[in-house]
């Protein structure tokens, strides 16, 4: 995280003896005229400094050591992206998570940053694609169970239907969770209680994608097991729905303890979190990789039924249109 500590200097020299000399340049800071206009140290510095941790007050003393801005000049202080880069370093290294946070928010407010909230235009965003997923899907499995000739499920409707499920789930688990927690907004802006719990909800929004993407290729294997097994060798189609499931079994394990214990998922960045987990970058790159494999090859299954079809070949571009619109 970047933190914008500067706004905290200008109380640093009556609290931090060692930074009194003032800046690089030479004279004293309390006889440098501020060159716009900012908080006296004595109406808002202690205040400020009230707010920050032990730990960031050396990496600020230090900072505001070599600035080339004046103790008292606040927004030079805040733009100084050297001096906010070399206190960014320092508090990663000295400070707790919570700390470190505690201190992006008091130098945050005191450098009057512009506090951003998207998370209205994300929830628009979700319910409009979540609405126009379940009235899709709601729509399909109505006409199979009560137009369709059988009048019943067949084993990738029952799977979509799991997948419909899911949807509805996660789409209240991100707006009665994750937006209600922090997500679209500046992490200074959050309290820590408010960051756990939202990783705790985006934990569990990992585990509902595998599964309901699992399900999705195990629903569309399912459905050539239905539809070709006259053309495509059955073992072929069958060892597809096998090798889909165990993948989602797979995945889906491994992302329920991908750390140890499983609440050290949700606990780790706070202090005395204690436990280990996975590199979760490699698996999230492992399960893409598999996944993109399993899609090409699910592609590959119906073309392989189409090009021999006695058709003119503008049907069967619109045949192979269908499917791979279906697979995609």
């Known amino acids: 995280m970047r933190l914008p500590f500067w706004a905290v200097l200008a109380g640093a020299p009556a609290l931090l003896p060692s930074v009194t000399a003032g800046p690089s ?64 370093i320092c508090v990663e290294a000295r400070c707790s998570f919570s700390d470190g946070l505690s201190t992006k928010n008091a130098t945050q407010t005191a450098c009057q940053a512009p506090i951003r909230d998207r998370s209205a235009e994300f929830n628009n965003t979700v319910i409009a694609l979540g609405v126009i997923t379940i009235v899709i899907t709601v729509t399909r499995l109505v006409f199979k169970q009560f137009f369709h000739p059988t009048k019943t499920f067949s084993a990738d409707d029952w799977a979509i239907l799991g997948t419909l499920v899911i949807c509805i789930a996660g789409l209240v688990i991100i707006l ?53 097994t006259a053309a495509v060798r059955p073992a072929v189609l069958r060892a597809t729905v096998a090798f889909n499931l165990l993948y989602g079994l797979i995945f889906v394990t491994g992302a329920i303890f991908q750390c140890i214990p499983v609440d050290f998922y949700w606990d780790q960045f706070f202090d005395p979190a204690e436990g280990v987990c996975i590199n979760i970058n490699l698996y999230g790159w492992l399960n893409a990789a598999i996944g993109l494999a399993i899609d090409l090859w699910m592609i590959a299954l119906p073309m392989s039924q189409v090009l021999p079809l006695r058709l003119h070949w503008k049907k069967k571009v619109g045949v192979a249109i269908m499917f791979l619109l279906g697979t995609l």
């Open 176 to 228: 009665r969770g994750m937006t209600a927690n922090g997500l679209g907004r500046d992490v200074w802006t959050v309290t820590p209680a408010q960051i756990s719990r939202f990783v705790l909800y985006f934990y569990v929004m990992e585990i509902l994608y595998l599964a309901g993407i699992s399900l999705v290729k195990l629903s569309i294997s399912l459905f050539y097991l239905r539809l070709f």
């Open 25 to 88: 340049t030479g004279g004293p800071a309390a006889s440098s005229p501020s060159p716009s206009p900012s908080p006296s140290p004595e109406s808002s510095a202690s205040i400020i400094i009230a707010k920050l941790p032990p730990c960031a007050i050396p990496c600020i003393a230090s900072a505001v050591a070599n600035s080339t801005c004046s103790p008292d000049d606040i927004p030079c202080l805040c733009a100084d992206k050297t001096a906010n880069e070399e206190g960014t």
